[in-house]
């Protein structure tokens, strides 16, 4: 199992794309691996015949075990199959065959190669199921199975009428609800990370919170007229102001973008912002690079093309690596303001809840403004309070002046 980025510590074997006895040149893709963030392609680093498949489709094992034999061009090929087993576990033994009551058909299983698109909760639960996915309907983007389209095609199926049976050794016993109270479900790989993630960064990292609002009303006049000019621009969205703002913050106050490492501070060589991206199976933050020199368009273009791959799991390992600071943005959702916590090593994450129509006062008159509220979550060990307000402030302002944003 190839490590495919610095935090990957184990990955599930996809789909292989060689079977056994194929000719393999270098470059060439053997199989495609998951890891707790996307769907990455394993290629041959050499030439040669893909001698034996060790591990099966679907397993998941930690970074180094063997998972297959590569015979390389000019190597001798295995005197007999005796051979030395590798140190690590070799092939898991085939489960019992069970025997269930006659309630219902079994549902085939997928022809060996074949790979429907479904989310890895959806396929744990179609495994302990017993369902063929290629049965379900899926509902996700790009006709994704979700573990919900799973749920309801059990629903319906045990609803159907069952076939008669001549005598029943024993009255059926129905299933458990698939969401039953009390039920224990196993985390998949991405929650387990961010689980082991978060955790790191609320043991070790002293966060601490700064807060402000923002008058959102020139940014959302200057977004509508810069998509009124069409084209083949891409849509500006506020995320993409943020990222820009964000970036232009850092690089007027350099500190708060510093990162604490082994007792000292390391200055950031460009500015990568983070966007914070919920999928169905937990959140994965794409990094959208050297911001402080790219155009809005530029960002905008950037920022949609990593969110959808990060949809798809497509993500390169470099994609979600190497963040300076992350936004998160809740606003869709209808949140006033929340406190996120710090992606480790970054020093800092804004927080931003929805634009509101607010009465404030301007000028000695009460009128209606569209507000934000932006928290920074800051590592106290390379800023103090006073450090986060003045980025802050400076994110405000870049906001409530957007002609800035381009510049």
Same mark, same amino acid.
């Given at each position: 199992?190839?490590?495919?980025?610095?935090?990957?510590?184990?990955?599930?074997?996809?789909?292989?794309?060689?079977?056994?006895?194929?000719?393999?040149?270098?470059?060439?893709?053997?199989?495609?691996?998951?890891?707790?963030?996307?769907?990455?392609?394993?290629?041959?680093?050499?030439?040669?015949?893909?001698?034996?498949?060790?591990?099966?489709?679907?397993?998941?094992?930690?970074?180094?075990?063997?998972?297959?034999?590569?015979?390389?061009?000019?190597?001798?090929?295995?005197?007999?199959?005796?051979?030395?087993?590798?140190?690590?576990?070799?092939?898991?033994?085939?489960?019992?065959?069970?025997?269930?009551?006659?309630?219902?058909?079994?549902?085939?299983?997928?022809?060996?190669?074949?790979?429907?698109?479904?989310?890895?909760?959806?396929?744990?639960?179609?495994?302990?199921?017993?369902?063929?996915?290629?049965?379900?309907?899926?509902?996700?983007?790009?006709?994704?199975?979700?573990?919900?389209?799973?749920?309801?095609?059990?629903?319906?199926?045990?609803?159907?009428?069952?076939?008669?049976?001549?005598?029943?050794?024993?009255?059926?016993?129905?299933?458990?609800?698939?969401?039953?109270?009390?039920?224990?479900?196993?985390?998949?790989?991405?929650?387990?990370?961010?689980?082991?993630?978060?955790?790191?960064?609320?043991?070790?990292?002293?966060?601490?919170?700064?807060?402000?609002?923002?008058?959102?009303?020139?940014?959302?006049?200057?977004?509508?007229?810069?998509?009124?000019?069409?084209?083949?621009?891409?849509?500006?969205?506020?995320?993409?102001?943020?990222?820009?703002?964000?970036?232009?913050?850092?690089?007027?106050?350099?500190?708060?973008?510093?990162?604490?490492?082994?007792?000292?501070?390391?200055?950031?060589?460009?500015?990568?912002?983070?966007?914070?991206?919920?999928?169905?199976?937990?959140?994965?933050?794409?990094?959208?690079?050297?911001?402080?020199?790219?155009?809005?368009?530029?960002?905008?273009?950037?920022?949609?093309?990593?969110?959808?791959?990060?949809?798809?799991?497509?993500?390169?390992?470099?994609?979600?690596?190497?963040?300076?600071?992350?936004?998160?943005?809740?606003?869709?959702?209808?949140?006033?303001?929340?406190?996120?916590?710090?992606? +480790? +090593?970054?020093?800092?994450?804004?927080?931003?809840?929805?634009?509101?129509?607010?009465?404030?006062?301007?000028?000695?008159?009460?009128?209606?403004?569209?507000?934000?509220?932006?928290?920074?979550?800051?590592?106290?060990?390379?800023?103090?309070?006073?450090?986060?307000?003045?980025?802050?402030?400076?994110?405000?302002?870049?906001?409530?002046?957007?002609?800035?944003?381009?510049?």
């Amino acid at each position: 199992m190839p490590k495919m980025g610095d935090t990957m510590e184990e990955g599930t074997i996809a789909r292989w794309l060689k079977k056994p006895g194929d000719q393999v040149n270098e470059g060439d893709t053997l199989a495609e691996i998951e890891t707790e963030k996307s769907v990455m392609e394993m290629t041959a680093f050499e030439s040669g015949v893909l001698e034996e498949i060790l591990l099966p489709e679907g397993q998941t094992v930690p970074v180094g075990t063997p998972i297959a034999v590569l015979r390389t061009v000019g190597e001798a090929a295995p005197a007999s199959a005796a051979a030395t087993p590798p140190p690590s576990p070799a092939r898991p033994p085939e489960e019992p065959v069970r025997h269930e009551p006659a309630v219902a058909p079994t549902e085939p299983r997928p022809e060996p190669g074949e790979r429907v698109k479904a989310s890895p909760l959806a396929r744990r639960l179609a495994e302990a199921k017993n369902v063929d996915l290629r049965a379900v309907t899926g509902t996700g983007p790009g006709g994704r199975v979700l573990e919900a389209d799973v749920e309801e095609y059990l629903s319906s199926r045990r609803v159907a009428p069952a076939a008669a049976a001549a005598t029943p050794a024993s009255p059926p016993v129905a299933p458990a609800p698939a969401t039953a109270a009390g039920e224990v479900r196993e985390l998949n790989r991405i929650r387990r990370t961010i689980a082991r993630r978060m955790t790191q960064s609320k043991q070790t990292i002293p966060h601490f919170y700064v807060t402000a609002e923002v008058d959102m009303k020139r940014a959302l006049e200057l977004r509508a007229a810069l998509n009124d000019l069409g084209g083949d621009r891409p849509k500006i969205s506020l995320t993409d102001m943020m990222v820009k703002a964000a970036a232009i913050a850092i690089a007027r106050n350099p500190e708060a973008g510093a990162q604490y490492q082994d007792d000292k501070l390391h200055m950031p060589a460009q500015i990568n912002v983070g966007i914070a991206v919920a999928l169905e199976d937990g959140l994965v933050v794409p990094v959208v690079r050297d911001c402080g020199r790219k155009s809005l368009t530029a960002i905008a273009r950037e920022s949609r093309d990593l969110i959808e791959r990060a949809r798809q799991g497509k993500l390169a390992p470099d994609e979600y690596t190497g963040g300076t600071i992350t936004i998160s943005n809740l606003g869709m959702y209808e949140v006033d303001s929340f406190a996120a916590i710090i992606n +480790p +090593p970054e020093p800092a994450i804004l927080a931003v809840g929805s634009v509101t129509d607010t009465p404030v006062v301007v000028e000695g008159q009460v009128v209606i403004r569209p507000r934000m509220k932006v928290t920074i979550s800051a590592d106290h060990r390379a800023m103090d309070g006073a450090r986060a307000a003045i980025y802050l402030r400076e994110f405000k302002h870049l906001l409530e002046d957007p002609m800035s944003l381009l510049e």
